[in-house]
């Protein structure tokens, strides 16, 4: 059956489907002997398909592998840095880091902390990461100062950045103290340290920012011990339905958000 090659990479766990489309753009890829084109078809059974000069056999076609990582500050949310920072991949046995396609679902900043999906699923990190499906991600975060209830309307409404408003949000105090002041922030889009600018624009910027849950998934489990910082759990069979699930639901994003404190 004939796909798209930067699906069947995906599939095959060589890359999420946009960094397949990188590799083609970047003529990494080769489809029977001739450079592959973006969105040109093959059929694996049949075609040979060449990345970096190494076949792709079909049965070179890993198990999928779904992960939850902690990860910590300092660590770098790709598979490869020019810079060589360490990255979220060093964090994982030798025997996962090569020959399984395991790639983050999106990114975190590298100086934040938190969940962070790891998968060779590239099907599932194409829905996770595409805008239209608004997965949520919920943080914790500390902000210098004490926001108003006018600011945090603001935040909760959406704010303009790069020229276009952000989708709306939820935003709870959940601690106060002189200086700062701890948020549950749940956001529905992914724009490129978002949280971080729009508190720096609001005028309270970010002291720490830590991602407690990606959709239906939480780093914390009931009854189940912390996963520790640095840390990775193999995900549960009914986390991966849910994720599954949640592809294929509407998101109802929230139109005004009361305030909340304790």
């Not at 970047?26 to 990345?51: I, M, S």
């Not at 919920?138 to 100062?145: D, L, R, S």
């Not at 780093?219 to 910082?229: G, R, W």
């Amino acid at each position: 059956m004939s796909e798209r090659v930067q699906k069947i990479l995906s599939q095959w766990g060589v890359a999420s489907r946009r960094q397949a489309e990188q590799m083609i753009l970047d003529g990494r890829v080769r489809l029977n002997g001739q450079l592959a084109q973006l969105g040109q078809k093959a059929d694996p059974q049949r075609d040979r398909v060449e990345v970096d000069g190494q076949v792709i056999q079909t049965c070179d076609r890993p198990e999928f592998l779904y992960l939850l990582l902690n990860k910590p500050a300092g660590i770098v949310s790709t598979c490869h840095d020019p810079q060589h920072r360490p990255t979220v991949l060093h964090l994982l046995p030798k025997e996962l880091q090569q020959g399984q396609g395991l790639h983050p679902v999106g990114r975190l900043d590298v100086e934040s902390t938190g969940a962070l999906l790891l998968t060779n699923d590239g099907e599932l990190t194409h829905h996770l990461t595409h805008p239209r499906h608004h997965i949520s991600k919920t943080y914790e975060v500390w902000v210098q100062g004490n926001p108003s209830f006018t600011i945090l309307r603001q935040w909760r409404e959406g704010v303009i950045l790069d020229g276009r408003k952000t989708l709306p949000a939820e935003v709870t105090i959940l601690q106060r103290t002189e200086s700062a002041t701890l948020l549950k922030v749940v956001l529905h889009e992914g724009r490129n340290r978002q949280i971080r600018r729009v508190a720096e624009q609001l005028n309270h910027p970010v002291v720490r920012l830590h991602r407690s849950a990606i959709g239906s998934i939480r780093l914390q489990l009931p009854n189940h011990p912390s996963l520790a910082v640095g840390q990775y759990r193999v995900l549960k069979d009914f986390e991966i339905r849910l994720l599954k699930q949640e592809m294929d639901q509407p998101t109802r994003l929230p139109s005004q958000m009361k305030e909340q404190s304790v």
